[in-house]
């Protein structure tokens, strides 16, 4: 059975950087027709895509927030990571990894999820 | 703003059914497959239905889901109390190159 979990800060600065891992068990971050994704909740509203990676590295991010997303792929310890730059309050959310079924356009597998506030 | 419109709330007596609606685009639902997720209070999504119609190994036949054009419905019959939860609709957009969700909707079990 495939598992997800999220690591990383619970609490990051405004201005800096957020950073979090997904830590796959169960399964490779190799498999050629997953796309490794990050989605985000803000406390008390509905679901945003943030972007996936497939694990020869074509990424694809949402166009708002495309210029402060990294997402990045270690094969080697079946981890994927987000990087997400400059953030501001308004990017307090809970944050989950999960697996996206490329071509057939769904999540099959989500980590737990860890909240992310943004405060000084 | 979300790109795919959902009703922000439903509402229905155990054992009876409900019908939660998604439109989009033809950038969107009108060339893509869709999938339902549930998400209970304080927890993870979890995959409902997916390819407009599909459900995952343990999800039971009382939830379907359709799709026409560009509009995706999900279907659950004989509503219990555990079905309480908000509903969300995905899918991929071409013209933005990324996935997309509905804003979600609650159901609730009166």
């Known amino acids: 059975q495939l598992q997800l979990q999220e690591s990383g800060p619970g609490l990051v600065k405004p201005s800096e950087a957020l950073s979090l891992t997904c830590t796959v068990s169960?399964?490779?971050?190799?498999?050629?027709?997953?796309?490794w994704g990050w989605i985000r909740q803000p406390p008390g509203k509905g679901l945003e895509w943030i972007g996936c990676i497939y694990y020869r590295g074509g990424t694809y991010y949402d166009p708002s927030l495309k210029s402060r997303v990294t997402i990045s792929v270690d094969t080697s310890n079946n981890q994927f990571s987000l990087k997400l730059s400059s953030v501001t309050a308004a990017d307090t959310a809970v944050y989950f990894c999960?697996?996206?079924?490329?071509?057939?356009?769904?999540?099959?597998?989500w980590g737990q999820g860890t909240l992310v506030t943004v405060s000084s | 703003q979300s790109v795919l419109t959902q009703p922000p709330s439903v509402s229905a007596a155990p054992g009876q059914q409900v019908t939660i609606s998604c439109s989009g685009s033809s950038s969107n639902i009108g060339n893509n497959y869709v999938s339902w997720y549930q998400q209970l209070p304080g927890t993870a999504p979890k995959l409902l239905i997916y390819e407009n119609n599909k459900r995952p190994s343990g999800i039971p036949d009382r939830f379907s889901g359709s799709k026409s054009g560009t509009s995706a419905t999900l279907g659950i019959t004989g509503l219990q109390t555990g079905d309480e939860a908000d509903y969300y609709c995905?899918?991929?957009?071409?013209?933005?190159?990324?996935?997309?969700f509905g804003g979600g909707t609650k159901l609730t079990v009166l």
């Open positions: 999960a697996r996206w079924v490329g071509g057939y356009e769904n999540l099959d597998y």
């Open positions: 995905g899918t991929w957009d071409d013209s933005l190159s990324a996935g997309v």
């Open positions: 169960g399964g490779s971050t190799s498999s050629r027709s997953y796309c």
